[in-house]
C-alpha cells in the first residue's frame, strides 16, 4: 500500500484540540453544542460502518464552525472597525493559501464601511464563504490536522464514542426509516461487521503493535504466537459504533476478559525514547 501524506502546518492545531479535550472532558458546560451534533435525528451520522472520513472528523468540523461563529463579540467587532485586525476566518485561508473574498473587498460591494459594521454583516460573509468560498475546504484542513493529533488520544475518543454510544443506545428499530433498518442487530445495537484492512493497519501503527491494556507485543516481530485483537472501545452492545475511532488493539487474553460489557482503554503510551 503506497503511503499518504499530507502537510501538517499547526494553524490553531492545539488550540483547537485542546478545546474538543475540553468538551468531551466536560460536557455540561457545552450542551447546546453537543445537542447540535448528537441530538435529535442526528443519530444517522453514526449508522454507516468506518467511513474512511470517521465521525470524529464530522465532530471536529463541527467545533470548528461553531466556534468562528460564537467567537464574534462587541470586543472583535470593535477591532475589526479599527482595522486593528483582521476577522480570524481570513487568517486562516490566507494562512493556508486559499483564494476567497476579502472582506473589505465584500463590505464594499454590499455598500457599507466598517464604521458600521455589527456581528449581522459579519454572519452574513461567513455564511456566503460557506456556500460559495472555500469555507468548506478550510474546515476539512484544519479537522484533519486536529484528528492526526487527537486520534492518538485514546481517552479522547473514548469520550467521544460513548457519547455517541448515549444517541445509539435509545434508538428503537421500529423508529427507524426503512434504509436504516439494516444497520442495527436490534434496538440500540448496531451490527457486527468485518474490520477493513485499512482500519486494521491504522490502530496497529498507532497501538504500536502491543496491546493497549498489558503492553503484549502483538506485532509478530517479537512473538509468532501473539493473536491480534481489534476491539470496539465503547462496545457494540453497549451502543458502540464502527468506526476507526473506537477501535482499540487487544491480546487475545485481555479482549476475552473484557468481554463485550465494559468500555474501557488505557492511558498508558511506551516513550519515544
Known amino acids: 500500500m503506497k503511503p499518504s501524506f499530507f ?3 499547526y494553524f490553531e492545531t492545539y488550540y483547537f484540540a485542546n478545546i474538543i479535550n475540553n468538551l468531551l472532558h466536560e ?3 457545552y450542551l447546546r453544542s453537543l445537542n447540535e451534533f448528537f441530538g435529535d435525528e442526528n443519530y444517522k451520522r453514526f449508522l454507516e460502518p468506518f467511513p474512511k472520513q470517521s465521525r470524529f472528523h464530522d465532530f471536529i468540523y463541527h467545533v470548528i464552525d461553531s466556534i468562528t461563529y460564537e467567537d464574534i463579540t462587541d470586543e472583535e467587532i470593535e477591532l475589526f472597525r479599527s482595522r486593528k485586525r483582521k476577522l480570524w476566518i481570513e487568517i486562516a485561508l490566507d ?3 486559499f483564494t476567497y473574498e476579502k472582506f473589505d473587498d465584500w463590505i464594499s460591494q454590499h455598500d457599507k464601511t466598517r464604521e458600521d459594521l455589527n456581528d449581522d454583516e459579519i454572519f452574513e460573509y461567513l455564511n456566503e464563504l460557506k456556500y460559495a468560498g472555500p469555507y468548506e475546504d478550510l474546515l476539512e484542513r484544519m479537522s ?3 484528528f492526526f493529533i487527537l486520534f492518538l488520544n485514546r481517552q479522547v475518543l473514548q469520550n467521544f464514542n460513548q457519547m455517541a454510544a448515549h444517541q445509539i443506545e435509545d434508538i428503537s428499530i421500529d423508529s427507524l426509516e426503512p434504509e436504516d433498518y439494516m444497520y442495527f442487530q436490534k434496538d440500540g445495537v448496531l451490527k457486527r461487521v ?3 484492512t485499512w482500519v486494521q493497519r491504522a490502530v496497529l501503527f498507532r497501538d504500536r503493535g502491543m496491546c493497549v491494556s498489558c503492553k503484549k507485543d502483538l506485532s509478530g516481530i517479537l512473538s509468532i504466537g501473539s493473536i491480534e485483537n481489534f476491539d470496539h472501545i465503547v462496545p457494540l452492545s453497549k451502543g458502540g459504533m464502527n468506526d476507526i475511532t473506537n477501535i482499540q488493539l487487544l491480546c ?3 479482549n476475552k476478559s473484557k468481554q463485550g460489557h465494559s468500555i474501557d482503554t488505557s492511558i498508558k503510551y ?3 525514547y
Open 7 to 9: 502537510e501538517l502546518t
Open 27 to 29: 460536557p455540561f458546560s
Open 95 to 97: 494562512h493556508f493559501g
Open 144 to 146: 484533519e490536522e486536529i
Open 194 to 196: 468485518s474490520i477493513p
Open 252 to 254: 487475545e487474553s485481555c
Open 270 to 272: 511506551e516513550k519515544w
